[in-house]
């Protein structure tokens, strides 16, 4: 069964960045497309990018294109969401996700 952990959140001002990884501690992530998203307090899960296996095709939600980059390192068992330009309304928790598998998250907070 696969184990995912998230990390790199925190407290960020706005325009700011922050890199996030996901990483299987059991289990390889190879097999799977990854997805990240994201939930904002009192609001629904909304998916925010993914990545193929290989890491070749990606895709990302409207409100982040530009400013948020997905790739993976297979070697090292991770997948990285590097955002940048952050603004007030990316403030969540952030969720990898590999099949039916989730991470525990990570809180991202954009604010002055």
């Known amino acids: 069964q696969l184990q995912l952990m998230e990390s790199g959140g925190g407290l960020v001002q706005p325009g700011g960045s922050l890199r996030l990884s996901c990483v299987a501690s059991?289990?390889?992530?190879?097999?799977?497309?990854i997805g990240w998203f994201r939930q904002a307090p009192g609001k629904g899960r909304e998916g925010v990018s993914c990545?193929?296996?290989?890491?070749?095709?990606?895709q990302y939600a409207p409100s982040v294109k530009d400013r948020f980059t997905i790739f993976r390192d297979n070697a090292k068992n991770t997948v990285y969401l590097q955002m940048n330009n952050l603004k007030p309304e990316d403030t969540a928790v952030y969720y990898c996700?590999?099949?039916?598998?989730w991470g525990q998250g990570t809180q991202v907070t954009v604010s002055s």
């Open positions: 996700r590999a099949g039916l598998f």
């Open positions: 990545i193929s296996k290989s890491g070749g095709n990606t």
């Open positions: 059991r289990g390889t992530l190879d097999a799977y497309a």
